[in-house]
């Protein structure tokens, strides 16, 4: 079902992901209730400024669904010249993230529970990212589901906008004919370019389990072509 957007009055996009509540643990629970202060953004209408959030300007790197957030936790810790933000719409994920991160001593990384599309949409600043990272979205194979699928021309548009100049879209999956579906949206959208060789990350454990079944990784980064 299509939902109502209250500040245009316009049929919004159908959700590209399915709330769960899923089984919090009693140490993601305290940690929800304990570390929000410190790692987490409050659901607001107010822009995101991301130097006063962070306490310092620097190279921000945003990932979409970041899932128990290892692997978010591990690019903030070796690479602490850099903010690290990370979107994600389940707490149990959420409260398992802010425990590695205390375990860590992580400083340079926040946390937003929410809808990418919302936050990219409606809170990011234009041109305030160097990076974003989507790793193994749904896939929403059933056809009739891929109006969910989150990498969309509109989606694309708003990734492009929040991007500084020659800022980097960095996108992975395991399901063949979503990497198609992603290739034919990118290309459609000249203010990209694709780069030869992706950047480096660490692997999912998402991706270690397609692995196992012997789903091909397939990954891509794209560049935005404005210098200025």
Request: charged content about 25%; proline content about 7%; glycine content about 8%.
């Amino acid at each position: 079902m299509d939902h109502l957007n209250s500040q245009t009055g316009q049929r919004a996009p159908p959700r590209s992901f399915v709330r769960r509540s899923g089984r919090i643990t009693r140490a993601q629970k305290r940690a929800l209730e304990e570390l929000w202060p410190a790692y987490g953004l409050d659901e607001s209408a107010d822009p995101i400024l991301l130097e006063q959030v962070f306490g310092r300007r620097a190279p921000t790197v945003l990932e979409i669904g970041f899932g128990n957030g290892e692997t978010l936790v591990r690019s903030a810790r070796e690479s602490p010249d850099a903010n690290f933000l990370g979107i994600e719409v389940h707490l149990p994920g959420l409260g398992r993230c802010m425990l590695l991160a205390e375990k860590a001593g992580i400083r340079n990384l926040r946390l937003i529970q929410g809808d990418a599309v919302e936050v990219l949409g409606q809170r990011m600043p234009p041109a305030s990212l160097a990076m974003v990272c989507l790793y193994f979205p749904d896939p929403w194979p059933r056809k009739r589901h891929h109006k969910r699928r989150l990498v969309q021309p509109g989606f694309v548009w708003l990734i492009e906008r929040v991007l500084e100049p020659r800022g980097v879209f960095h996108v992975a999956t395991d399901w063949a004919p979503y990497a198609e579906h992603i290739e034919h949206v990118m290309s459609g959208n000249a203010a990209f370019e694709r780069l030869s060789r992706p950047p480096s990350r660490y692997t999912t454990r998402f991706e270690t389990r397609g692995s196992a079944l012997g789903h091909e990784i397939w990954e891509a980064a794209y560049r935005v072509r404005r210098e200025t």
